[in-house]
Structure formats: C-alpha cells, structure tokens
C-alpha cells in the first residue's frame, strides 16, 4: 500500500492543480458538497462589488514559479508504505511551499476573490482572524497550499456566522506581506473590507 505521506502529497498536488476539475458547477439552488481540493467556479458571484477587481488564484503565482517543479524526475508512484523517501519528499515540499514566491504585482491592489475559510481565532464564537486557501480542506485534511495559495485575513468586524471551511468572497486592499501561523504561512495578507458568503445560484449571473 503506498506510504500515507505520498498520498498526502499526490492529492496536495492534485489540489493545487489550477486546472483541476472544480466539481459542481454553479447553477444549483443549494450549494453543493465540497469534496477535498474542490475549487470555487469563476463567475460565481451575484454582484460584483464595483470598487474592487475581481482576482482568480492563479494571478496570485508568479509566471515562473512551477509549485511541482521541486518533484522533477521523482516518481511519486514508487513511494511505498513506510519508504523514508516519502517523509523526505514531504518535508522538501513543504519548505519550498512554505517559502513559495508571490507576485510583486499584486501589492497594493484592491481585489476580490473567492475562498475557503481555515479559522484562526474566535471571539465568543465569532470569527475575526482567519486564511483564505483557493480549494476545499486545504490546511486541514491536506497539508497546506503554498505560501502564495494563502492570504491571511483580518476583519474589521467579528463575523458569527462563518465556519471553518465555508466558501466566502472577500475584498479589500492586498499586500505581500508574509504570515506564520499554525494552520499555514501566507505568502499574502489582507484587511478585508467586505466578507460575503460564496452565493450559488443562476441570479445576477
């Protein structure tokens, strides 16, 4: 059987994968059931909010970055149960992700993007401090996405109704300023401005 910790890689890979299918496309009445490394449909949103612009994640990469690219010529397939190469190639993966490049463009720029929330703190129940990752249990039941996968967020204002993993847009004014946390470091942070739920649905499409 092969070694969790390759399969933990494969389907971090898979997760990070741009182009991966996103799964229920937009359109339904109610939302669908995330599965792990789900992305959230571009296009999705009610309304757009005029004052910021609406971002994907892949602009959040730079051009030159490869986030596979420390696993050429390694065979991920051939990691079998127990094989230290699997905990070797973990770890690699993780120091490189955790360090991974941002985008220089993006600083200072006033955007909007959609995400799933992986809770930082809570006051009474509400929500204040959280990451933004672009696919469903990232940082929870699969390793973390590369720094510049990652956008801390602080709120103006607590939010009692957010929950770990809820699909949410948010707005505000984006910098490149790195974060450590315990869930993940991002490679970006944000004062968000506006938290909005993920709405699904054919209305203001």
Known sequence: MRHFLGCALLLALAACNPNADSGDQPGSVAPPTYQVGDRLPAGAAVQAAPTYRE????ELIPPDWDPAGIFAGFNLDDLQDADPRADAALEKMRQAWDNAPVNPQMQGQAIRIPGFVV??????GALREFLLVPYFGGCIHVPPPPANQIIHVRAQSAFKDIQAMDAIWISGVLTTTHTNSQMGNAGYSMAAQQVEP????????
């Open 198 to 205: 993920y709405r699904w649905g054919s209305e203001g499409r």
């Open 119 to 124: 809770p930082l703190d809570a006051e009474g």
């Open 55 to 58: 971002i994907t994640w892949d």
